[in-house]
């Protein structure tokens, strides 16, 4: 889906999308490597609406049911949700998260660039690593890398931003429209906010 992602929508003009060649997967990781970590949080955000929309779901439900047995209204609920490193699918959901309670841009970029402060040097090396793939040829090994461990392995603020304003730009608002979109429609979205 990535690549056809990338195939589909930075390489081909939309009116004529069936002219040009298609590029091959080492163009597709070089532009990916172009766009960073914004082109990955696009990536994520629109190959991956159904299961974004799922998690939204399974917490709005579990809110649900904690509230029910707390037999609580003003009750603290508080939930878990982790990774490697909080930045990528985990990011993007924590984001999508913090939009429906209202929280400001400011708010959310700096609590997505906390996830790179919270990265020690062993968590960035091993996201280095899983960044980078070991061909085997008849006769040798070689390394290829397919992603730059120095644009993947952290976060930056900019990426948050450029996040935010696509999401604004091509669906008009994250909260409702980017919701309506992927199937968080308004009576979901009451039930979370209850």
């Known amino acids: 889906q990535l690549f056809h992602y990338i195939q589909k929508n930075w390489f081909f003009d939309q009116k004529n999308e069936n002219e040009g060649e298609k590029k091959s997967r080492k163009d597709c990781i070089q532009a990916l490597n172009q766009r960073g970590l914004f082109g990955l949080n696009e990536i994520i955000l629109e190959i991956g609406k159904t299961k974004l929309c799922y998690a939204l779901q399974t917490i709005t439900l579990y809110l649900e049911k904690e509230k029910t047995q707390s037999n609580s209204s003003t009750a603290m609920i508080q939930i ?5 490193q909080g930045k990528d699918r985990t990011g993007m959901l924590v984001m999508l998260l913090q939009s429906l309670l209202g929280i400001s841009d400011d708010i959310i970029t700096e609590d997505y660039y906390l996830s790179n402060i919270q990265l020690n040097d062993t968590n960035r090396s091993s996201s280095a690593a899983a960044a980078t793939a070991t061909v085997d040829a008849p006769t040798t090994k070689r ?4 992603l730059s461990p120095e644009i993947f392995s952290g976060t930056n603020r900019n990426a948050m931003i450029q996040t935010l304003l696509y999401l604004r730009n091509k669906y008009g608002s994250i909260v409702p429209s980017y919701m309506d979109a992927i199937g968080f429609h308004s009576q979901w979205r009451k039930r979370f906010q209850n």
Not at 80 to 84: G, L
Not at 143 to 146: K, M
């Open 80 to 84: 878990a949700i982790h990774c490697v």
């Open 143 to 146: 390394r290829l890398v397919i």
